[in-house]
């Protein structure tokens, strides 16, 4: 069965300091992965995705994300979280047409 | 270029009445998801259309749900009979599709339903 896994459900951090949002995925095959955010009462927005070459992936505002297949993991992160970075974010997989989401993590960074 | 619009942004509806909800893809976009958020809760897949093949319906919860899309474009999807389990933040999704491989979706912003 294919899964993510996002393995907190909220993360804090101090505004100025690194922070990591963890991403582990189960599918078969070779996946396409992405990273999302949501904002208060927003839509997703994409914020990066990893379909192959290097694999560390740059994404907007200052988020990166790095393809572990051997530990099949798409940690993201970023060097200095801002005060309007909180949000839930969502990793997701692409395999065989269809989209899997993990559950959220919610993202809190305080001045 | 519009991004993908869903409409109502709200609706209150009874439980017992059914209710459509409707999505615009961006244009050209050849695949359309529909998932539901519940308070507190990730994604849930419900059904996916891809150009005129067959839809992939395996994640609609029960035969209360339906969908349909027209002319590979608008895509409705339809609650017969709600429950108030099916209060939820209904979103759409639609995504190009190039060489055989997906991109990201490019979500709407989502139809709010409250079944009282």
């Known amino acids: 069965a294919q899964s993510v896994a996002q393995p907190e459900d909220q993360v804090n951090v101090a505004e100025g300091n690194p922070l990591t949002v963890k991403c582990t995925y189960s599918?078969?095959?070779?996946?396409?992965l992405f990273w999302y955010v949501q904002y208060p009462n927003r839509g997703l927005q994409f914020l990066l995705k990893?379909?192959?070459?290097?694999?560390l992936v740059k994404g907007s505002y200052g988020f990166e994300a790095e393809f572990n297949k051997s530990q099949t993991s798409f940690h993201l992160k970023k060097p200095s979280a801002l005060v309007s970075d909180s949000a839930l974010y969502f990793c997701?997989?692409?395999?065989?047409?269809?989209?899997?989401f993990g559950s959220g993590t919610k993202l809190n960074v305080k001045p | 270029g519009a991004g993908v619009s869903q409409s109502p942004s709200n609706k209150v509806t009874e439980k017992g009445k059914d209710v459509e909800l409707r999505c615009d893809p961006i244009?050209?976009?050849?695949?359309l998801y529909w998932y539901r958020q519940s308070l507190g809760q990730g994604l849930e897949f419900l059904i996916y259309?891809?150009?005129?093949?067959?839809?992939?319906k395996s994640g609609l919860p029960s035969d209360r749900f339906s969908a349909e899309r027209t002319g590979g474009s608008v895509s409705t999807l339809t609650i017969q009979r709600t429950q108030q389990e099916d209060s939820a933040v209904y979103l759409c999704?639609?995504?190009?599709?190039?060489?055989?491989?997906?991109?990201?979706?490019?979500f709407g912003p989502g139809t709010r339903l409250t079944v009282t």
């Open positions: 999704a639609s995504s190009a599709l190039s060489g055989g491989a997906f991109y990201e979706q490019y």
């Open positions: 599918v078969s095959g070779n996946p396409y």
């Open positions: 990893y379909i192959t070459g290097d694999n």
């Open positions: 997701a997989v692409h395999n065989f047409n269809k989209f899997y």
């Open positions: 244009s050209g976009h050849t695949a």
């Open positions: 259309f891809q150009g005129n093949s067959a839809p992939d």
